[in-house]
């Protein structure tokens, strides 16, 4: 008899546990119960099983937020095959990475990146392509292809150290690295959610980031699905409708990055929406400016942030609202099945306080980087904690403050400089919206910092007066030596400001 250990058991036990409970609904309204989504994943499961797809198989997938999205996604877990979601936002060139990369024998795709996802299919000669929707009768739809399957699959043996997904970190250093994650990475870090964020089986969460972040896949859906919980699907963000949409639904959770949040704030029918049955908000990509902790207080929000990346699945830590303030800047204490520690440049423990290099171990880390094993052997330690390339410290009661990236520290005139710590204090300057601060050649002192703002419309903000706001908060050297103000800063899929991108553009500038 099949034992199905990893994520391919879940539909099979909400549809028995669950089967009328509201599981989706999408953007226009439209309701599906857990039977109905379990009975979609297993019709997909069909369908590719009698086109050849079997355990170990990769599955790739480019679309926006729908229910398809979840019904492949479970569909090719349950035959043990590995699902590859792919950013809607890559260039042809990057899809074609992740697909080369993947080895990827199946893609399926929404009709809208019919052009895009053509130089790769070209490339790698996939196996099956396939459109979601009805199509038409010469190429017919996932809808089509999956409701006139043939019955019956096999659904595989699966262990969870089984891998589950292959998902491409951002690429900000060079090309995409696939994260392979397994059934229990997945699983242990949706656990982590259901302890740290109490999320229960009424909670109604309104996906508004991509699915094919691991943030919104692994901390956002997976937890809901495993509580039994309803997920409110959404292909992108407005601030107006997402307004409407908590309103309507009695949403209770929401997950975003800084802007998602001052963006809704901003809105003119932020104060008349009724957003009473908000409880649960969660923040990530960076730590939340005061401005934006003070509106949400108002309403009598108060927000979880956290700490993690694609390899840790992606949450390493959690600050809970009630530490927001008396820990304001860190981002919390390692979730619940994970532990963190901090090295210095040899791996030997540092004491509390001392900047370190962030490490990470529990049952979310990632299994490695796919077909890189001299990557994957760099990222752990020799016990077997990850690497992640972070800076930061720990303080006296174990929570967690980020210095920086290794790779963005600035040197100058032998001084390090923790971007991070500039970035907080710039960030509460009246009018900024958005900051990074980055290091630029200098001839005298080998670099010197940049910052490169947005602000709002009624700002007057310069170089000068940045410095004179700061002087006294840093040293000297820390001071930008240059302020550009910019309509939007580059950033990844998950909120994450491409620093690289500013770098490459502002290096030629003059000093």
């Excluded at 390899?311 to 860190?330: D, F």
Aim: net charge negative; with cysteine.
């Amino acid at each position: 008899m099949m034992h199905q250990q990893g994520l391919g058991a879940w539909m099979a036990k909400r549809r028995l546990k669950t089967p009328e409970k509201t599981a989706l609904i999408s953007g226009d309204g439209e309701a599906m119960t857990y039977r109905q989504l379990a009975d979609g994943a297993d019709s997909v499961s069909a369908m590719l099983w009698h086109r050849g797809i079997r355990k170990g198989d990769r599955v790739a997938y480019i679309g926006e937020n729908s229910p398809e999205f979840i019904e492949v996604l479970f569909g090719t877990v349950q035959l043990g095959a590995v699902f590859v979601p792919i950013n809607t936002r890559l260039a042809p060139p990057e899809i074609t990475h992740v697909l080369t990369d993947s080895g990827a024998r199946v893609l399926i795709h929404d009709p809208e990146f019919t052009d895009r996802v053509a130089p790769g299919v070209s490339a790698v000669r996939i196996d099956h392509v396939i459109r979601t929707g009805e199509g038409d009768d010469t190429n017919p739809g996932l809808a089509r292809r999956t409701r006139t399957a043939r019955a019956g699959h096999s659904d595989a043996e699966a262990v969870l150290t089984d891998p589950a997904a292959i998902i491409y970190t951002s690429g900000t250093t060079g090309r995409a690295k696939g994260a392979v994650l397994s059934h229990e990475n997945l699983t242990w870090v949706a656990l982590n959610c259901l302890v740290d964020y109490d999320v229960v089986s009424t909670d109604v969460a309104l996906m508004i980031s991509p699915l094919f972040h691991v943030a919104s896949l692994g901390m956002g859906l997976l937890p809901v699905i495993l509580k039994g919980g309803t997920v409110v699907l959404e292909r992108g963000f407005d601030a107006g409708r997402a307004l409407r949409l908590i309103e309507q639904h009695g949403v209770t959770m929401l997950s975003g990055v800084p802007t998602t949040y001052q963006l809704l704030a901003d809105h003119p029918d932020w104060a008349a929406t009724d957003i009473s049955s908000l409880s649960k908000l969660t923040c990530g990509g960076s730590a939340v400016p005061t401005r934006i902790l003070n509106a949400y207080e108002e309403r009598g929000l108060a927000f979880s942030q956290g700490y993690g990346m694609t390899e840790t699945s992606p949450g390493a830590t959690s600050l809970s609202p009630t530490m927001t303030r008396a820990k304001q800047g860190s981002v919390g204490l390692a979730h619940f099945f994970t532990d963190v520690r901090i090295a210095d440049e040899t791996g030997a423990m540092v004491t509390r306080g001392t900047v370190g290099e962030i490490h990470i171990t529990g049952p979310n880390v990632f299994l490695g980087y796919h077909n890189l094993p001299d990557a994957t052997a760099e990222a752990f330690s020799p016990d077997g904690w990850f690497r992640s390339g972070d800076l930061g410290y720990l303080d006296p009661d174990g929570y967690l403050y980020i210095s920086d990236r290794l790779k963005d520290m600035i040197i100058s005139g032998g001084e390090n400089i923790y971007p991070a710590e500039v970035e907080n204090l710039i960030s509460a300057v009246d009018g900024v919206t958005g900051v990074a601060v980055i290091g630029i050649a200098d001839d005298q002192w080998g670099e010197v910092p940049w910052a490169v703002i947005t602000v709002n419309d009624t700002a007057s903000v310069t170089t000068e007066s940045v410095r004179a706001l700061l002087n006294g908060q840093l040293a000297r050297y820390k001071l930008p030596r240059n302020v550009v103000i910019v309509d939007e800063l580059p950033r990844t899929a998950s909120g994450k400001i491409r620093k690289a991108d500013l770098r490459a553009r502002y290096s030629t500038s003059p000093s």
